[in-house]
């Protein structure tokens, strides 16, 4: 459960971590404090380190309180796995620059001798990680008004489903039959269903269930449209009266 989060925090010990051993969690709540989160100054984490204190509870207790965690505190397991995810963020915040060139399509790869296949479609022999193609796809995005992300190949797919979804033959033919106009959606008046703690990840919380509410509803139309023609099959059945037979 928090293999990854202590993994990515270049914990010493994930492999051995007990989060229901007393000790290995309480001292990896120090750890967190000391290398990652540093929410108090260097002196007032000395009731954090006495980890064998009658009193560590009390002042774990008045530490989460202090990093505003809204988790149950009689979840341990939970807790932990808040305060990871909360080192994480912070970990990414100070070094965001860093992990954003660092992306699985950036990553260096080994390379391996493999036979060199002459493609016929032009489209195979782009450089997909060319300056000019990179260069390519932003200004593409700029003309369509797509926002862009860190990694291009992300905006590249973002652009794509736009052409395909809003830029078709049938939709520029009959544009109001696909593109509605509405009112802007009040993203602020939403409620995810659940408190981060963190602004910016509440409004992203708030998008992604849009989203999946959307996909659900596409999810339902499509249902209603394959029983609507499986009903239209089933409601006019067709009879041959060559093949009926009178008397025995």
Not at 22 to 51: A, G, M, P, T
Not at 99 to 128: G, H, I
Request: aromatic share 8%; hydrophobic share 40%.
């Amino acid at each position: 459960m928090f293999k990854r989060k202590l993994t990515a925090l270049k914990h010493c010990n994930v492999a051995d971590f007990n989060p229901d051993d007393v000790s290995q969690f309480r001292n990896v709540i120090v750890w967190l404090e000391d290398q990652h989160i540093r929410l108090y100054k260097v002196e007032e984490r000395e009731n954090l380190r006495k980890i064998n204190s009658g009193d560590w509870t009390a002042h774990f207790n008045k530490y989460l309180d202090d990093l505003e965690c809204p988790v149950d505190r009689k979840d341990l397991a939970a807790v932990l796995d808040w305060v990871l995810g909360w080192a994480v963020h912070l970990e990414y915040q100070e070094n965001a620059k860093t992990y954003n060139e660092k992306t699985s399509v950036n990553a260096v790869q080994p390379k391996t001798a493999v036979p060199r296949v002459v493609m016929t479609n032009p489209l195979d022999n782009l450089e997909f990680e060319s300056d000019e193609f990179k260069t390519g796809v932003d200004t593409l995005a700029s003309l369509l008004n797509v926002t862009k992300h860190p990694d291009h190949l992300v905006t590249l797919k973002a652009v794509c489903n736009l052409i395909k979804e809003r830029l078709n033959t049938e939709v520029l033919q009959n544009p109001n039959n696909y593109i509605v106009e509405g009112k802007p959606f009040p993203l602020e008046e939403c409620d995810a269903g659940f408190e981060t703690g963190d602004y910016v990840l509440n409004q992203a919380a708030k998008i992604l269930r849009l989203r999946f509410i959307q996909d659900q509803r596409t999810l339902q139309t499509k249902i209603n449209e394959a029983i609507v023609a499986v009903q239209a099959i089933t409601a006019d059945p067709k009879t041959d009266s060559s093949l009926g037979k009178v008397g025995i």
